[in-house]
């Protein structure tokens, strides 16, 4: 069960009127390294997992969503004052044409998105590489938007969700450390 | 980027090789990051903490994991 705070977890602020980076920044919200991606597969792998680390994968699962939001949340300021020819500029006129300026689950060259993005192969450590690796392609992909982008309020936002990506990796890479550890054996130094 | 507590880097370079047949100038070092979770292994109790304010703020509560990042193109450029 989840609890729904009213708030975004982090204030998204866009100064400029540019379209263009709506267009970055629908990878992130329906593309492979994607947040929508990046929940569906942590909040799925937890049935399979050991117990030590379902609590680890539902939290950052969860968070996943909140990043989301926040994904959603750029987009919208970015496109909701544009007009059909801006839109055109910026390159998201199929979409336009498709979906007028309603948000849809699709990566920045329109492919829709697929369960073949995520894995779940019940093996725990393959399992949690494929989160590690999710997690620093996440972390690459924001990387990659925030140098193209020249709106500094946008890019303190990306700044934090990159930085979160880092924090996931750190505690998926320790939950790899949790279940190799040798518990059963006594250690002799 | 130089704003690791310990004494790792969270920026490294490198070159690509350029021929004279290439028709592009070269774009010269390239970059790729290196933040802390990749040495920091299983994270020690008692660690140095941001004040829970900035902690919101920067997206973590352990300086030890904090890596700004920067497009390092740009920094180049200016
Ligand atoms: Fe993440």
Redesign the interface.
């Known amino acids: 069960m989840w609890k729904y705070e009213k708030k975004l977890q982090?204030p998204v602020k866009v100064s400029t009127c540019n379209p263009t980076l709506a267009k970055y920044l629908i990878e992130q919200y329906g593309g492979a390294d994607g947040e929508l991606a990046a929940a569906l597969r942590y909040l799925n792998q937890r049935y399979t997992i050991p117990d030590k680390v379902v609590g680890l994968l539902t939290d950052i699962g969860t968070e996943e969503f909140a990043h989301l939001e926040m994904i959603a949340t750029m987009i919208y300021k970015l496109t909701k004052d544009a007009t059909p020819e801006q839109l055109k500029e910026a390159g998201i006129d199929a979409h336009y044409v498709n979906h007028d300026k309603a948000l849809f689950y699709h990566n920045a060259a329109g492919a829709p998105f697929t369960a073949t993005y995520i894995q779940a192969k019940g093996d725990p450590i393959a399992d949690l590489y494929e989160d590690i690796a999710a997690e620093e392609k996440a972390?690459?992909t924001?990387?990659w938007i925030?140098?193209l982008s020249d709106d500094p309020d946008l890019n303190d936002s990306l700044?934090?969700?990159?930085?979160?990506e880092?924090?996931h990796?750190?505690r998926f890479?320790?939950a790899v450390?949790i279940l190799k550890e040798e518990r059963d054996r006594k250690k002799i130094f | 980027m130089e704003n690791s507590p310990n004494t790792y880097t969270w920026m490294k370079t490198y070159q690509t090789y350029h021929s004279v047949y290439d028709p592009c100038p070269p774009l010269g070092t390239r970059y790729y990051s290196t933040p802390p979770n990749l040495y920091l292994g299983f994270q020690p109790p008692n660690l140095e903490q941001f004040q829970p304010n900035k902690a919101l703020k920067k997206g973590t509560l352990w300086p030890i994991l904090y890596d700004y990042y920067e497009n390092p193109y740009e920094k180049k450029r200016r």
């Open positions: 982090y972390r690459a924001y990387q925030i140098d700044r934090f969700l990159r930085e979160r880092v924090v990796s750190q890479r320790e450390e």
